[in-house]
Every structure is written in structure tokens, then in C-alpha cells.
């Protein structure tokens, strides 16, 4: 079975950040992407939890995964969309089996 490398990009961000990520990623070259809602987690700006009744203040988590060719694109212009709100950005490398999706 042939695999083939990818970058999986995941952006964790305030739920309200997560239309804006996702479009920046797709003008960037993305074909798709995955948001994982309601994230719980603690890091520099302390814990996180989500608060309100509209959820805008939960964190998400978007994911896309793309060619290695323009994940550095798709990385800045995230990287812009979310200027400077609180977040965080980084990429690993997978395995696919349908190089053709990504």
C-alpha cells in the first residue's frame, strides 16, 4: 500500500477565529479542512474553558492537511488572519493513503 507525505496544519484558536481560519487556509491552497469544537486545554494564557452562552469564547481546533509545497503558504496565511489573538499554529508531517484529496 503507497503512502504519501503531507503537512497536517492545526490551528487552535477562539471559536469566533475559526470562519476566518478556515478561509485563509482554502485562498492559501487547502482543499478542505476539519474544525473540532469546544478544546479544553491550559498553556501561557492559563486555563481555558470556554465561556458565554454563545460558545464565541471556546477554543476550536481547525486542521488541514496539504502538500508539504504549500503548507508554508497556508501556515502565513492563517498566521495573518488570526493577527495577534491568542492561538496556536504548527505543523507535523502524516501519512495519506489518497494523495489526491490533499
Known amino acids: ?8 496544519i492545526e490551528v ?3 471559536a469566533i477565529y ?3 481560519v478556515a478561509e485563509a487556509a482554502k485562498k492559501a491552497g487547502a ?11 491550559s498553556g501561557t494564557h ?5 465561556s458565554g ?9 481547525v486542521i488541514c492537511v496539504v502538500d ?8 502565513k496565511a492563517i498566521k ?11 505543523a507535523s508531517d502524516v501519512e495519506v493513503l489518497r494523495d489526491e484529496h490533499f
Open 1 to 8: 500500500m503507497q503512502m504519501f507525505t503531507k503537512k497536517k
Open 12 to 14: 487552535v484558536v477562539e
Open 18 to 20: 475559526a470562519p476566518r
Open 31 to 41: 482543499k478542505g479542512y476539519t474544525i473540532l469544537p469546544n478544546l479544553q486545554g
Open 46 to 50: 492559563g486555563d481555558r474553558r470556554g
Open 53 to 61: 452562552l454563545s460558545g464565541a469564547f471556546e477554543n476550536v481546533m
Open 68 to 75: 508539504a509545497s504549500i503548507a508554508g503558504d497556508v501556515m
Open 80 to 90: 495573518d488572519a488570526i493577527g495577534d489573538a491568542i492561538g496556536v499554529l504548527y
